[in-house]
């Protein structure tokens, strides 16, 4: 029996994330410059959404077991590390984010819920919230995330959601304003880490709602 798959249209006849292939094949007919990808889980695919069809472009999303050689090349984390991670129910839903200790998981701060948010915009906040944290106790540990939109995005010192603000998401846009001001005025050496879910399994801050 053939695995279900999520399809995401950035530019269509319609946008969205499908979860028939017929579907999303009458939205993409016949137009243009159509910009498309299958998913194998909701999460992912609402995640894509959200960012740019160029993250996603020719990179085989099916999952695989990794080699030991590959696993040997990836190595094992740092510790003592901090990792952040954010959940949100539905896209846009409650959204919150938190930062664990990597080794023992023991949770160093938590934000939310928010109404109407995503999470791109839960993992951007919790990455700068982690920056902000280390910096107010001179801690040169390093952070991680699972999240490449998330890091891009801090690189940049933008939040670059398609996300609109509106009265029920205002609060949370308030905290995405107080992140950007934040990475403008202020310099870090902490170092931002990728983690690697495919060798390490879920990143310690999550909230394992999956």
Not at 87 to 104: F, I, L, T
Not at 127 to 146: A, E
Request: net charge positive; aromatic share 12%.
């Amino acid at each position: 029996m053939a695995k279900k798959k999520f399809y995401v249209i950035w530019q269509g006849h319609k946008t969205g994330v499908f979860t028939s292939w017929n579907v999303c094949k009458k939205h993409i007919e016949n137009y243009k410059g159509a910009q498309y990808k299958s998913f194998l889980s909701k999460e992912e695919a609402e995640k894509a959404l959200e960012g740019k069809y160029e993250d996603y472009k020719g990179k085989d999303t099916k999952k695989v077991k990794l080699s030991s050689e590959e696993l040997k090349l990836i190595g094992n984390p740092i510790y003592p590390s901090i990792s952040v991670d954010a959940a949100c129910s539905g896209n846009p839903g409650k959204m919150e984010y938190r930062g664990v200790d990597s080794k023992s998981k023991k949770q160093l701060f938590i934000q939310g819920p928010f109404e109407k948010g995503t999470n791109n915009i839960g993992e951007f906040l919790a990455l700068v919230h982690g920056l902000g944290y280390l910096k107010q106790k001179n801690s040169q540990l390093p952070i991680y995330s699972d999240s490449k939109i998330a890091m891009s995005w801090v690189k940049s010192g933008q939040c670059r959601t398609n996300l609109q603000i509106t009265s029920e998401n205002k609060e949370l846009f308030d905290f995405v304003k107080r992140a950007e001001t934040w990475l403008k005025n202020n310099t870090y050496a902490t170092k931002i880490l990728k983690w690697e879910t495919k060798a390490w399994g879920e990143i310690p801050a999550d909230f394992g709602r999956k």
